[in-house]
């Protein structure tokens, strides 16, 4: 497909357990974001990959959390040593990376921590 | 309007009627702004989006308005139909090319 694609869709895990969360974006977008959203919140943003530049990752939550964007597309975000309040939908976003050019994002992965 | 937890506040419409959903943005120099329209299990779907150069920007039956002077965003959507019942959000960023700053979201129910 053409949109941002997120796997795996739904992951539920043990406390304590370190996740990966994969996002492929949209071919030729330069930019990618990742997400939170929790149970009826709005989005809280984690961190922002744009080019070769180095990732702004002023919203990461703790230092269990962690990203990496390979070869400027496909991503990963991982969460180590999940806790219970880790329980979310991680949304996925890309764009062109130029100004005044929307986000696009993935249907996300919903992780439920037990 | 403001929110808390699940308690978004709720706009319900008549199908056919025009629906109003309102935003107040944050940040003054913010310079781009995005409507999103998010259904259950889904993500964010964009809608509509405008640059703080511009104070109304129409869609096909969407028209978002800007009021620089209060920080006001909205979203008007025309002959409201069952189909655009879903959790709107407005966003805010700078330049277009940073990190999104979302609001709280207002969920839209269309009466048949």
């Known amino acids: 497909g053409a949109g941002v694609s997120q796997s795996p869709s739904n992951k539920v895990t043990e406390k304590g357990k370190d996740v990966e969360l994969r996002c492929d974006p949209i071919s030729g977008h330069t930019a990618l974001y990742w997400y939170r959203q929790s149970l009826g919140q709005g989005l809280e943003f984690l961190i922002y990959?744009?080019?070769?530049?180095?990732?702004?990752k002023s919203g990461l939550p703790s230092d269990r959390f962690s990203a990496e964007r390979t070869g400027g597309s496909v991503s990963t975000l991982t969460i180590q040593r999940t806790q219970q309040e880790d329980s979310a939908v991680y949304l996925c976003?890309?764009?062109?990376?130029?100004?005044?050019?929307?986000?696009?994002f993935g249907d996300g992965t919903r992780l439920s921590i037990l | 309007g403001e929110s808390v937890g699940l308690h978004l506040p709720t706009l319900s419409v008549q199908e056919g009627d025009n629906s109003i959903i309102n935003c107040a943005y944050s940040?003054?120099?913010?310079?781009?702004f995005i409507w999103y329209k998010q259904e259950s299990g889904k993500g964010p779907q964009f809608i509509i989006d405008i640059r703080s150069n511009m104070d109304k920007r129409q869609g096909q039956r969407v028209t978002v308005l800007l009021n620089k002077t209060v920080k006001h965003l909205s979203l008007q959507i025309a002959a409201t139909q069952p189909g655009d019942s879903a959790v709107y959000f407005c966003a805010e960023n700078y330049s277009g090319n940073t990190p999104l700053v979302f609001g709280k979201g207002t969920r839209l129910s269309v009466i048949a």
């Open positions: 990959f744009q080019g070769n530049s180095a990732p702004d």
């Open positions: 976003a890309s764009s062109l990376g130029r100004n005044n050019q929307p986000q696009h």
């Open positions: 940040n003054s120099a913010s310079d781009y």
